[in-house]
């Protein structure tokens, strides 16, 4: 079976489904929430931070982001918008996205990509990678890179 053969009502399910998890990421990063992030991943799961930290498997993600996330949104909001899904398959998805940063020195702009797979019917992350965006029109030009700052 090819991604092909998802007919468009399917395609929009999974897509919802898609989008759940985007929010639930956005929401878990935004209060937070370890715990509620890490469900979101498989136990294989590969994941490079924005900084460029290469993670492989839940542990080294889980114990990452215990260090990381509790404090670490501290004057600052996330937010996903979701730019594009192309489905490998019926069951795997790569999932672009603008990941927006506000800080109090302005705003940052990530772009990861996403490689999720359906399991269970439930869609999990399995191989995500996060950078920075230097010439989206929220930061180009600018200096300031509070959180993609590549000095950092």
């Not at 759940?20 to 715990?35: F, K």
């Not at 399991?119 to 010439?135: F, H, K, M, S, Y």
């Amino acid at each position: 079976m090819s991604a092909t053969d998802i007919d468009p009502q399917t395609r929009e399910a999974e897509i919802d489904a898609i989008k759940q998890v985007v929010a639930t990421v956005e929401h878990a990063q935004n209060n937070e929430l370890p715990d509620e992030f890490l469900r979101l991943f498989r136990p294989d799961a590969i994941w490079t931070t924005g900084g460029g930290k290469r993670l492989y498997g839940l542990d080294e993600i889980s114990t990452f982001t215990y260090q990381v996330l509790p404090g670490g949104m501290q004057g600052l909001t996330i937010t996903f918008e979701l730019e594009h899904v192309l489905f490998i398959r019926p069951d795997v998805a790569a999932v672009k996205l603008r990941q927006i940063y506000q800080t109090p020195d302005g705003p940052d702009v990530g772009s990861p990509l996403w490689i999720m797979a359906k399991e269970d019917g439930q869609w999990r992350l399995t191989a995500c990678q996060n950078i920075g965006v230097p010439d989206d029109e929220l930061v180009a030009g600018g200096e300031n890179r509070p959180i993609f700052d590549p000095d950092r």
